[in-house]
């Protein structure tokens, strides 16, 4: 008899390799984040698309705060167009970033979310930085 997990058979090796990549075309994880910005050089805009209270009162180091509900095509001509933004909120508990990934995608921006948020960054054991 099948167990619980293999009740439904897998997808192929195919099916699952474009599952996969799609997936990492959206999202990044806060050890590559981190990584990135030690390098000094990031090829990316990080946002913290939170309240500013909730900014200040702690965020990812290097992160610029841009509300989800004030991103808007106008306000991102800030960047140039092919500008790749990395936005996360609150954690996995929060929707706030995925709102702001579907604005940006809507306006014609890059965007992949950072799964975890400031939680997953807390639990990697990654320092935030208060104040603006």
Do not use: Q
Not at 64 to 91: D, Q, S
Not at 113 to 119: D, R
């Amino acid at each position: 008899m099948a167990s619980l997990v293999t009740e439904i058979p897998a997808a192929s090796p195919a099916d699952a390799a474009a599952h996969f990549a799609r997936k990492l075309s959206l999202e990044t994880d806060c050890w590559d984040v981190h990584e990135s910005l030690k390098s000094g050089g990031p090829d990316f805009v990080l946002l913290d698309v939170r309240g500013p209270a909730a900014f200040a009162e702690g965020h990812v180091p290097g992160a610029l705060n841009l509300p989800h509900g004030k991103i808007t095509e106008r306000r991102m001509t800030e960047w140039p167009a092919g500008t790749l933004f990395v936005v996360y909120c609150a954690g996995p508990h929060c929707n706030g970033a995925d709102r702001a990934a579907l604005r940006l995608a809507r306006i014609g921006r890059p965007v992949k979310l950072m799964i975890g948020g400031v939680t997953g960054w807390i639990d990697e054991g990654f320092v935030l930085e208060s104040g603006n």
